[in-house]
């Protein structure tokens, strides 16, 4: 027995827990087979019920029936066929349609516990037991007519960050179906006050995509239990092509929760919204016991030099994503659904753990289907990955990946301070020295002459082909949201001065030549009672508090102006570099804490010509020398006008007021 086979078979007795080492015909995981055919492990017929499941290290396989989908005793067990490239087959004659199953696989004479498999479609309460359902049944009236909104550009992208119940769980929101799909089909729903709440809320918003926090089946929530209070992001998967049932009408009904999803999405559609995914295949909730390792021990996981699961995730593990048959998994995954249940795209979690060749697979397989679907992630990892940095998914190694994009931190830290360390504030509350950063996300991440060439500043690595692939932000779910932010770093502020920092950061990111993204709320300051990581947080700390729009409604008259501005004006999403570098100058400002751009000429047809920017963070008014003109004004001190405009100057030089920006145009 060579060193290489020893390693091996320790490798995956250290995988699943045993003491004796598992016996394999294989002296590594590059030499298990690989299935070329559709990944499918329950096809139902009125006639017959066909189950595969892929195990090749399995002595034997058994497909256990039951009636219900948790609790029963095993209705009837049948013994699965050894088959072609580690596939185990059977046969159930008959119509089984509405039980439920799982897979039990033995290895080295123990028997691993039941399954339901790695690519179950359908589940029952909380995803124990896969369930025999017939798809074709779960797709709502119209469904067949459902259809993506138009998209001509990933530049044209708006994107809104939301989690299901936080959205909708709030009674003062009108909404029937508080913290479910359904949430997103009540297409007008208020406050009592009429603030249009729900997707009613979106549409005024003028948002193009909605960014769905995990929504496949995740562990933390007792579905069981949805009477007693339960919160998570959902970042712990455990079924990966089933939507997760605590967001469903009854989690029981394998059928409801599929059903329901796709009546969410279409509504969307209709609304002229697409739907973005959060995807988390770059690890499981648990690691021994989970479905991976019950069905193949030690495969889809990393493994240190030590044999032990690696844990790049910071939950306990890391998916390998460059075996064969691990990224035949997400390709197929993300394209079930895309295909199935009409998504428009998806945000890969901790995407830095994934390799290269498999989000450049996702990427040709996806443009397949539909090229406009959006791929973009966290270009980053908790931990360090098992593969060498040049092989991973990295933000700094987004140009490698063309129609992939990642989130700038760059950007989002020079706006609003550095990640981990939240009493220090930076560019929006007057912080000096983070101008060139904050150019750096104007631009969208790309390489340009002015910011380059500059001695004085560090620069950030550009990362970014097109300014396409770089996401502009100032707050998401994670860490504290802008409001929290922002009084973190500036104790005491007022409200006036609350709101005023909150249009300023905003301006910023929907005037960046990147794919701005805001976070649900973040439009009527949101908060979160201080709360840095609020992932298990109860509602009285989740929710938004739709009152918030009519108390602040003037700071989302302000954002829904700047979406209306950017929708409108092509020239703050151009969309090429070369474009950018052409069209975008920075004008030379002496002050500290003020960025301030013009976009010459008329780029991409606009119809407003030499546009000019100015982002003044300081607490005094400051002076801006600009090329001799006559101007209209779009915005200026915290109000945007786009059809009568805010009035005209004439002259070379423009005032702008404290912590405000100016945005005026020929």
Excluded at 590 to 596: G, K
């Amino acid at each position: 027995m060579n060193a290489k086979h020893l390693l091996a078979m320790l490798t995956l007795a250290t995988a699943v827990g045993c003491n004796s080492i598992q016996r394999s015909s294989f002296d590594s995981f590059d030499e298990y087979p690989v299935y070329e055919g559709k990944w499918e492990e329950m096809t139902y017929s009125p006639a017959g019920t066909h189950f595969s499941l892929w195990a090749p290290t399995a002595q034997e396989v058994r497909v256990m029936l039951y009636e219900k989908g948790q609790g029963g005793a095993v209705q009837r067990m049948i013994s699965m066929q050894q088959a072609a490239d580690g596939m185990w087959q059977a046969v159930a004659e008959g119509d089984l349609k509405g039980s439920f199953y799982a897979f039990n696989v033995k290895i080295d004479g123990i028997w691993q516990g039941d399954t339901p498999g790695v690519m179950a479609k359908a589940v029952g309460v909380n995803g124990d037991r896969a369930a025999i359902i017939d798809m074709r049944e779960t797709n709502p009236q119209g469904w067949e007519k459902d259809v993506r909104p138009p998209l001509k550009s990933f530049s044209d992208i708006i994107i809104y960050e939301m989690h299901h119940r936080d959205f909708s769980i709030d009674t003062v929101a009108g909404i029937k179906h508080r913290g479910k799909f359904l949430a997103l089909t009540e297409d007008s729903t208020h406050t009592y006050l009429g603030e249009k709440t729900g997707i009613a809320h979106l549409k005024e918003l003028g948002v193009t995509h909605v960014h769905l926090l995990p929504s496949f089946d995740f562990s933390s929530v007792d579905e069981t239990k949805l009477n007693k209070p339960q919160y998570n992001w959902g970042y712990d998967p455990k079924n990966y092509n089933v939507p997760e049932g605590s967001y469903a009408t009854d989690p029981y009904k394998p059928d409801v929760r599929i059903r329901e999803f796709k009546q969410m999405v279409m509504a969307l559609h209709r609304a002229g919204i697409r739907v973005i995914m959060d995807v988390v295949y770059n690890h499981t909730a648990l690691t021994k016991g989970s479905n991976f390792e019950r069905t193949v021990p030690g495969y889809f996981y990393r493994q240190d030099s030590e044999g032990k699961f690696a844990n790049a995730s910071g939950c306990g593990n890391e998916t390998a994503s460059e075996r064969a048959m691990v990224r035949k998994f997400i390709i197929e995954s993300v394209c079930y659904w895309a295909n199935e249940y009409h998504v428009d795209g998806f945000r890969f979690d901790l995407m830095g753990i994934h390799d290269i060749v498999t989000m450049k697979e996702i990427r040709k397989a996806l443009d397949g289907i539909d090229p406009t679907i959006f791929i973009y992630g966290e270009g980053w990892a908790a931990g360090t990955p098992q593969l060498p940095a040049s092989e991973l998914a990295m933000k700094n190694n987004v140009y490698q990946m063309p129609g992939i994009a990642a989130f700038s931190d760059e950007f989002r830290d020079s706006l609003r301070g550095p990640f981990g360390k939240d009493e220090k504030g930076a560019f929006v509350i007057g912080r000096p020295g983070h101008e060139t950063g904050v150019k750096f996300g104007i631009v969208g991440g790309i390489a340009h002459p002015q910011i380059n060439n500059d001695s004085v500043r560090r620069v950030p690595k550009i990362w970014a082909n097109t300014p396409s692939q770089f996401i502009s932000y100032v707050s998401c779910h994670d860490d504290l949201c802008l409001t929290d932010r922002l009084k973190v770093t500036l104790p005491g502020a007022s409200v006036p001065e609350l709101k005023a920092l909150q249009k300023l950061a905003e301006t910023a990111v929907f005037t960046s030549q990147g794919v701005p993204f805001i976070f649900a709320g973040d439009e009527i300051l949101r908060d979160r009672k201080g709360v840095v990581n609020a992932y298990n947080k109860p509602d009285e700390i989740n929710a938004i508090d739709w009152r918030n729009k009519t108390a602040y409604r003037e700071v989302f008259d302000y954002v829904r102006g700047l979406i209306a501005m950017r929708k409108a004006h092509p020239a703050f999403r151009m969309g090429n570099a070369d474009l950018i570098r052409k069209h975008l100058e920075f004008i030379h400002v002496p002050a500290t804490n003020v960025v301030a751009f013009r976009i010459k000429g008329s780029p991409c047809g606009d119809k407003w010509l030499n546009t000019i920017v100015v982002l003044n963070a300081r607490t005094e008014p400051i002076k801006v020398n600009i090329p001799e003109g006559k101007y209209w004004i779009a915005c200026r001190d915290g109000k945007i006008d786009l059809i009568l405009g805010l009035g005209m100057i004439t002259g070379n030089q423009i005032t702008v007021s404290p912590r405000s920006a100016m945005i005026i145009h020929q």
